[in-house]
């Protein structure tokens, strides 16, 4: 018999310090790594993704910063369960830019459970293949053409009804738009508008994450090449919002400072540029026993991946540094 689903019970974090935020996280993480595992053993499936949405957003309005810097952590730091922290890290940043571009709460609702589960036809295989350095098999090619459509009838069969959500799944990887004849964006009715931002933020996110034959990019990098010679302006736009919203340096990724010091963003700043910062090695390499906070990084040189980091650090120990920054940032 297979495993019960982690309970979807929304915790209630408002009285939670970060260390406890960074265990809510992690098991928001792994409660949609078992749903989306094993979804037609799921009772009530949708309900468990509505759920799930409204336990991610609960966590988001705790803290911002610290849901950003645990995200682009899980997102950048390994390709293990990959398909579960993908979803995750797609359906938050897909919250954020609703926000952002203020999408009505149908539209909102529909775009955010989509980016949960528009892969749930091949969880297994998605993470097969991040962990994979060869070339896709003929199967394995076949299963990824059909995923779109059959993740969509895999959602109506377990009871999914909303329209909006299963045409979002089942056109998430829509490209153009935005040139030539199409029209200006903001003569696209919301629905219309919903498919290009999921399918820009899966490329992102999917930039970002390192796979067994290929580095992830940094998420500095992976904005700029969203916008490269695409002639997309949909994407432009979309790209400003997701720029609004994360900061061109977001918590949880990793920056090289003008003095040669590594550093890792804890929070944002007024401006996209201009975030806080726990310095982690200093400008000639030695690495601090103690991390030390700026709280303007006005002099950053360069964005870095995890690899180019090359910290010593484990996972669970700059979840520590990020989430403690933030406790003193905040005050």
């Not at 293990?80 to 009505?104: D, N």
């Not at 350095?133 to 076949?142: D, F, G, I, N, S």
């Not at 700029?224 to 010679?229: C, H, S, T, Y």
């Not at 030390?292 to 669970?316: F, V």
Request: hydrophobic letters at 45%; one cysteine or more; aromatic letters at 6%.
């Amino acid at each position: 018999m297979p495993p019960a689903p982690h309970p979807t019970a929304v915790p209630l974090p408002h009285e939670e310090g970060s260390e406890d935020l960074l265990g809510l996280w992690s098991d928001l993480e792994s409660g949609l790594s078992m749903v989306l595992a094993q979804p037609q053993a799921t009772h009530e499936f949708g309900r468990k993704i509505l759920q799930y949405d409204l336990w991610m957003q609960s966590l988001v309005r705790a803290d911002g910063d610290t849901a950003l810097y645990l995200l682009f952590q899980l997102a950048s730091t390994s390709s293990v369960g990959y398909s579960a922290s993908h979803a995750l890290v797609c359906a938050t940043l897909c919250h954020l830019v609703a926000l952002e571009m203020r999408l009505r709460a149908p539209e909102r609702d529909a775009l955010v459970r989509a980016a949960m589960t528009m892969n749930v036809a091949m969880t297994r295989l998605q993470d097969e293949l991040a962990l994979q350095a060869e070339k896709l098999t003929p199967v394995q090619r076949a299963i990824v053409d059909r995923h779109t459509d059959e993740s969509a009838m895999l959602l109506s069969r377990m009871g999914v009804d909303d329209g909006l959500w299963l045409d979002l799944v089942r056109h998430h990887h829509v490209d153009g738009g935005g040139g030539g004849r199409a029209p200006a964006w903001n003569t696209l009715p919301q629905p219309l508008q919903l498919p290009h931002i999921l399918a820009t933020i899966d490329r992102y996110a999917a930039m970002i994450s390192p796979r067994a034959n290929r580095s992830g990019r940094t998420a500095a990098d992976s904005y700029g090449a969203l916008l490269e010679g695409r002639g997309n302006t949909y994407v432009a736009v979309i790209g400003q919002a997701l720029l609004r919203a994360v900061g061109r340096f977001p918590p949880g990724s990793f920056v090289r400072l003008d003095s040669g010091e590594t550093a890792v963003v804890v929070q944002n700043g007024d401006s996209a540029d201009v975030p806080a910062v726990a310095v982690l090695r200093d400008g000639d390499g030695t690495v601090l026993r103690q991390p030390r906070l700026n709280a303007t990084a006005l002099d950053i040189r360069e964005s870095l991946t995890y690899d180019q980091a090359a910290l010593p650090h484990g996972y669970l120990r700059l979840l520590q540094i990020g989430v403690r920054a933030r406790k003193v940032f905040k005050g």
